[in-house]
């Protein structure tokens, strides 16, 4: 039986009953149907903070209980969560702590030089919205920065290491808006438990132990970075603590003092100094950047609608431009419904291989129209592309049998949807960084947190901010350097003060109205991809939530391959693909894509936690209270 089918029998979620927690009748939900009650946690008389240690939980991949719930790619940074959620605090509070955390432990992915995107639920409302901090460029940048005087593209590895590559940071803007706008905790607070765990340090595990040794030799050229996170020279050993106290300051400083410290303080003036002139070992230098404290000054995290989309009955919300994320991920889901309808035969009773056909033609599909489209600019046509009458008209080439050529040509979302044409123009695939995380939270007044943070690809830029401990981002090499076809309008070229596009995929699903589903991931241009199948595996292929999370990945972005890891490249199912015409490659280094984490409700106020069983060295799924 699909998801789709047993809804009506778990319709009353994410609430905790008042037999449970002692909650009074006045939070808890109405039946279905009627006018609901239930609120976020009210504002405290005092704030909840770190007050001793936490009681420890186990490092898995699913946990089921009550209470509230985390799911992110570490044990620690999810154990900051559950304790925020245990002492009292809201999934905006959890949300923020966890993610702060993240940067002490995922200082590669994530952290106060970088930016994100997070989707919310708010239970009190009852509407779902989303704050955009995604890093902009300094307002000095053209479409011609990142090109050379005789107009190609500039070497991308020699920009992304470099403060050409730093854009403005946006997390710290998001956390204080987040807490400011759903939460009880001040900022002050909900720093606390990061500055700790980066005083005391943690236990180094072996992704962190491989990602650093994979960035050893450019992180050697920036002093401050080799003094951070290079012990002798090389990696911290596997086993062993690791303390960043300087990043700690950084904490300590953002939470004492404010963000007004980035934006117009000391903090903004060293981040400014290091990206305009990084300090390189004796005989190297790097580009410098053009951010200024007036680029500081000027940013703001942004609330926005979300995407809104519908699958089989559910709500699908999702990150807005500059986001591809919401768009990209509503497309796939037409489009396999699309498939649906054009053969008659349903998703569920497809053989593995007749769905991955399925999954990589609606994949590469939704790339092509997304990388012609999409961008921070205006006139993007979100509802064309996201409508399913479009969907209905980019299915009509799909072929049960047989691969289209890649790179499909993009579609015309101009509303008038009657066409069964190819495309004219076929575009090449625009690069995009691997890293990222992710994490997702809930609580027991109904408040739900998708949240996707990043500072680009793994170690940024390799520029640590002096005295700081953390990373600057390399988010603006997610422009395009120049177009990606001649004569097609490019919608990511660098511009003043604009976000570069994104495929950060945070992402709620509602049961009428109702919470559902809360699902993201990290890995560059592979989230949209990893969260659109990890929807559709349990959704549509009867799959626990735990499993659609561990099922063999595929990622088709509209290149000339198809991302694979192992168990399809390798075995009957890939050469089926093969043989279907699909170009699989390895997924690269480390032969895996994504790292996806997810909460869902079981109904009478319990929740599943659930992250990746294995992938990065396997995710943390906890609740509050485990049963």
């Known amino acids: 039986m699909s998801r789709h089918s047993a809804r009506t029998t778990t319709r009353s979620r994410w609430v905790l009953g008042a037999l449970v927690v002692g909650l009074p009748l006045s939070l808890l939900p109405a039946t279905a149907g009627a006018q609901p009650t239930v609120a976020p946690a009210p504002a405290p008389q005092h704030d909840h903070g770190w007050h001793g240690k936490p009681t420890p939980l186990p490092k898995t991949p699913v946990m089921t209980g009550s209470g509230g719930a985390v799911s992110s790619v570490d044990r620690d940074a999810s154990q900051v969560g559950i304790d925020v959620l245990a002492r009292g605090g809201n999934a905006a509070d959890a949300a923020v702590a966890t993610a702060a955390a993240l940067g ?127 012990r002798d020279g090389k990696a911290p050993a596997v086993g062993s603590v690791f303390t960043n106290p300087d990043m700690a300051r950084a904490y300590r400083t953002l939470r004492t003092q404010g963000t007004q410290a980035l934006y117009a303080g000391r903090l903004g003036q060293a981040v400014v100094a290091e990206s305009r002139a990084p300090h390189t070992k004796p005989g ?134 009657t066409s069964c044409a190819p495309g004219a123009v076929a575009q090449g695939q625009p690069y995009e960084g691997q890293s990222t995380s992710h994490l997702t939270a809930t609580d027991r007044w109904g408040n739900v947190a998708s949240y996707t943070l990043t500072i680009e690809q793994t170690g940024g830029s390799g520029i640590t901010v002096p005295g700081y401990g953390f990373l600057l981002n390399n988010e603006l090499t997610d422009f395009n350097f120049s177009p990606l076809t001649a004569g097609v309008p490019d919608p990511n070229l660098p511009g003043p003060g604009k976000r570069p596009r994104s495929s950060m995929s945070p992402t709620i699903l509602l049961d009428h109205g109702t919470p559902f589903l809360a699902v993201g991931s990290p890995g560059g241009a592979t989230i949209i991809t990893s969260v659109s199948q990890t929807i559709l595996g349990y959704l549509d292929r009867d799959l626990s939530l735990v499993d659609a999370i561990a099922a063999p990945r595929l990622s088709s972005r509209n290149g000339a391959s198809e991302g694979a890891e192992p168990a399809i490249l390798g075995g009957p199912t890939g050469a089926a693909l093969t043989a279907m015409g699909h170009k699989l490659a390895s997924a690269g280094t480390p032969n895996e894509i994504g790292a996806v984490t997810a909460i869902r409700s079981l109904g009478h106020g319990l929740f599943e936690a659930a992250a990746e069983p294995t992938r990065r060295g396997g995710g943390s799924a906890m609740v509050v209270q485990p049963r």
């Open 104 to 230: 002490v432990t995922e200082p590669y992915s994530t952290g106060i030089g970088g930016g994100g995107f997070l989707v919310y639920y708010d239970a009190r409302s009852r509407r779902v919205s989303t704050i955009d901090g995604r890093e902009t460029a300094p307002k000095t940048f053209t479409e011609n920065t990142f090109r050379k005087p005789d107009g190609t593209p500039m070497d991308f590895n020699t920009v992304v290491n470099s403060g050409l590559s730093v854009g403005i940071p946006g997390t710290p803007a998001l956390w204080a808006k987040a807490l400011r706008d759903y939460g009880t905790l001040s900022l002050n607070s909900a720093l606390k438990p990061a500055e700790r765990l980066a005083q005391q340090g943690f236990v180094v595990d072996q992704t962190f132990a491989d990602q650093t040794t994979a960035n050893a030799a450019r992180f050697s050229v920036f002093p401050e970075t080799a003094k951070v996170f290079l």
């Open 284 to 417: 190297t230098t790097v580009m410098g950047g053009q951010m200024t404290m007036a680029d500081l000054g000027a940013y703001r995290a942004l609330t926005k609608a979300p995407i809104h989309s519908q699958y089989k009955g559910y709500d699908v919300f999702g990150m807005p431009v500059p986001s591809s994320g919401g768009i990209a991920v509503a497309e796939i889901l037409n489009l396999v419904q699309a498939y649906e309808d054009r053969t008659g035969i349903k998703t569920s009773a497809l053989s593995d291989v007749d769905y991955l056909h399925r999954f990589s033609e609606a994949s590469a599909t939704a790339f092509a129209d997304r990388n012609r489209y999409v961008g921070d600019v205006a006139g993007v046509p979100v509802k064309e592309l996201t409508d399913p009458a479009f969907a209905a008209e980019r299915a009509c080439l799909f072929d049960p049998a047989k691969a289209q050529p890649r790179p499909i040509p993009f579609g015309s979302p101009d509303g008038s949807y």
